[in-house]
């Protein structure tokens, strides 16, 4: 079965292939196939025609027939001789001999049916199944094979595989971006979703990173390659999914273990059904009927259809053993800074004093802010930004490192920092009195003064997450018996946070060993932990969990390598789906599992009985193959849904922007 091959990429597995060629059929090897089963079948039809309608034409019936066995069985017989040959006796030599006896009646029509229905199964299975690796391979051929690098101002087109760290190459819009790198100039929007799985186009500006795969949808770009080939974003995710194919669950190497001796076994209860009935009939079916393909399906085609949607949404499972046990999880232990939260500061207070307009404060503030590079600058940036405030002229701008920024804007000399420097700059009053704010809730407080005196004050924090309060509720819908946040910040920090998105328990004040502990505590308790973190400064509690989950690892090979499964984005919401997407794949293979051993239970023993003849047994045993296929092939599908409602959900409105809450409407 070609779907087998997914798992096992070219190495010949132990167990069965079932007439079928596991050497992984590429799409011209199943189209000359197609060609050879369609001209084989003719024949065989031919020769039922041609004793139809003329009763005196059967030698060229048989003709005909042995014609059309022969072009049909030459492939089966191939593979199990090759597999006698290299000392491996599996089910291709149980569908070699059925199609065998049939020729060595004289009955080529039915071997040539038989073998008809067997090849005819493995199109349909390959081309089927292919369809739970192709979204696979859509995420890891994307690179395109030509790259426009800059020599001297001049541009030059290259393979990409020519691009070494350091070059300039220039991106076109349309253009797949063909390594990862820095942008120097140019502007544009990048649909990076086959990497981090973001349903939205990210806007991109000089000094932000982009990565090989990715499509430049607007604006030409000069990109300074950081990372080439292999070693780019996109090269590691490939890696990735082809080393996470090649693993297999406990039970798959248990069925290789075994299938060893079902050949030998079948071949027995072959002989004695010979032996009491002397029916070549029942024992053919009983040859064919007991290839287990439904059985072999199982697992494979249900943990590559899950493979498949899990990177489709840029969840990056390094074994598939992992992924089968996010179902078992029963506790999520969460980092704080960078994992519940976004680890970038956002404006939550803005308190004019005086007569001031709080639109008015916001323009003099970020105006006087907008040539620096701190956070706390770039928050009063996008909330201008947000709330549609202009920028004011400035001139004779200064900043003073970790203190705060001098200018003049529109004739007047402004100050805005800390608390410190403005007193140093010669601000009189207590500053801090005017703040109603507690700073060690986790709030940073700028100050801003105007020709010496103050006109107001502004608190910023660490934005949470706006789908964390979501996500960790489906994580307790979904049985999670335990939510922790552990966090190395200070304890009224870790509460404010964990009150906001509805963490029931929270640890503060944690050294890395501090978390390690707590995970293993967790785990002597009986809880199967999932720990998730930023993968930076996180790995020891993630290396503690019985899985480990690292955000953001787009770009980070450290958050990549730091865990058993990385998520490319940010997005929380995708751990509710790990979760269900897992469970639904266990519940596919326990569905597959039994449907298989019943199948193939009932048709040897239908077969062996006489109720089945050799052709019926080879079209139920496609038959059942398919529907183990189909079952699993659901999987492929979820989550398709989660895009439309992350894009609703996320898109801001009048009334829910991030600014809006913080700026009257009369601004």
Known sequence: MQVTSLLSQNEHPAGCDCGHDHGGLQHSHTNTKLTQTLLGLILVLNAFVIEWLFPNGKTIAGVSAMLGAIILGYPIM????????????????????????????GDFKTAGIVAFFMLLGEIIETR?????????ESLIKLTPTKARRLVEGREEEVPASDLRVGDLIRVRPGDNIAADGVIVSGQGSINQANITGESLPVDKSPGEQVFAGTINLTGALEVKVTKAGQNTTLGRVRELILAAEKTKLPFMRIVDQYIGYYTPLVLVMAALVWAFTKDLDRVISVLIGACPCAFILATPTAMVAALSAAARL?????????????????????????????????????????????????????????????????????????????????????????????ASVEGAKILVGRAAFLRDQGVPGDLMKLVDLDETAGFSLLFAARDGQCI????????????????????????????????????????????????????????????????????AKGYRVAVVGDGVNDAPALAAG?????????????????????????????????VK?????????????????????????????????????????????LIVVFNSA??????EELEPFLANATAPTEENAPGAALIPQTV
């Not at 335990?482 to 946070?497: H, I, L, N, Q, T």
């Not at 659901?634 to 989550?639: D, F, I, S």
């Open 456 to 523: 107001g004050w502004v608190g910023l924090q660490d934005q949470v997450r706006s789908e964390a309060a979501q996500s960790l509720r489906e994580l307790q819908e979904a049985g999670i018996r335990r939510v922790a946040m552990v966090s190395g910040d200070r304890k009224p920090v870790a509460e404010r946070v964990a009150a906001e998105i509805g963490v029931p328990e929270v640890v503060a004040e944690c050294l890395p060993q501090d978390k390690v502990e707590f995970v293993k505590a967790a785990k």
């Open 634 to 639: 659901r999987l492929v599908r979820q989550g």
């Open 314 to 406: 840029g969840i990056l499972v390094k074994n598939i053993a992992d992924l089968e046990a996010a179902a078992r999880v029963t506790a999520f232990v969460f980092d704080k800074t960078g994992t519940l939260t976004s680890g970038k500061l956002v404006v939550s207070r803005l308190n004019p004093l005086g007569e001031m307009a709080p639109a008015e404060f916001l323009r003099l503030v970020a105006s006087a802010e907008r040539f620096s590079n701190h956070p706390t600058a770039k928050a009063l940036a996008q909330l201008a930004e947000e709330a549609g405030v202009p920028y004011a002229e400035v001139v004779d701008f200064k900043e003073v490192a970790g203190k705060g920024i001098t």
């Open 78 to 105: 191939k593979v199990a001789i090759k597999d006698l040959r290299q000392g491996w006796l599996s089910i291709n030599e149980l569908v070699a001999l059925g199609v065998l006896a049939s020729a060595a009646t």
């Open 128 to 136: 089927t199944a292919a369809g739970a690796r192709a979204s696979i």
């Open 546 to 578: 019985d899985i480990s989950i690292a955000m953001g690892a787009a770009g980070s090979e450290v958050a990549i390598h730091s865990a058993t499964i990385a998520l490319m984005n940010n997005d929380l919401r995708r751990l509710p789906f790990l």
């Open 581 to 625: 997407i897992s469970r639904m794949a266990r519940s596919v293979i326990n569905q597959n599992f039994l449907f298989g051993v019943l199948f193939v239970v009932i048709v040897l023993a239908a077969g062996a009985m006489g109720y089945v003849h050799p052709i019926v047994a080879a079209l139920l045993h496609n038959a059942g193959a």
